[in-house]
């Protein structure tokens, strides 16, 4: 069992930049794919990031937040980050992190075993 707790989430004005963290319980941590995913009103939940657990070269992006956002890990402190600059109102949306024991397939919701609650990030433009 792994539970996930975002953090970091709030209201920031277009162009600016937020940190979110993800804190994990459980001593196989560094065994998941981590995933960042997020969901605004009235629409899907959709794929962010993910970076899985033996590889920093394997961190997919979301075409939109390529360039922009960028995901880690730190397994001895069992959080997973997400670094977000240069927001857009477009960016707004509650944002959840995930843990897969797969390393397939990691950019769809379906592979992820456990999600946190949620954080919500507000850009105003």
């Known amino acids: 069992q792994v539970q996930l707790v975002e953090s970091g989430g709030g209201l920031v004005q277009a162009g600016s930049s937020l940190r979110l963290s993800c804190a994990a319980s459980?001593?196989?941590?560094?065994?998941?794919?981590m995933g960042w995913f997020r969901q605004a009103p009235g629409k899907e939940r959709e794929f962010v990031a993910a970076?899985?657990?033996?590889?920093?070269?394997?961190?997919p992006y979301a075409d939109s937040v390529k360039g922009r956002f960028t995901i880690s890990r730190d397994n001895a402190k069992n959080t997973v980050y997400l670094q977000m600059n240069s927001l857009k109102p477009e960016d707004t949306a509650v944002y959840f992190c995930?843990?897969?024991?797969?390393?397939?397939?990691?950019?769809?919701?379906?592979?992820?075993?456990?999600w946190g609650q949620g954080t919500q990030v507000t850009v105003s433009s």
């Open positions: 995930a843990a897969a024991r797969t390393a397939v397939a990691i950019t769809s919701t379906s592979v992820y075993d456990y």
């Open positions: 459980g001593r196989t941590f560094s065994s998941y794919t």
């Open positions: 970076i899985v657990a033996w590889s920093a070269i394997n961190r």
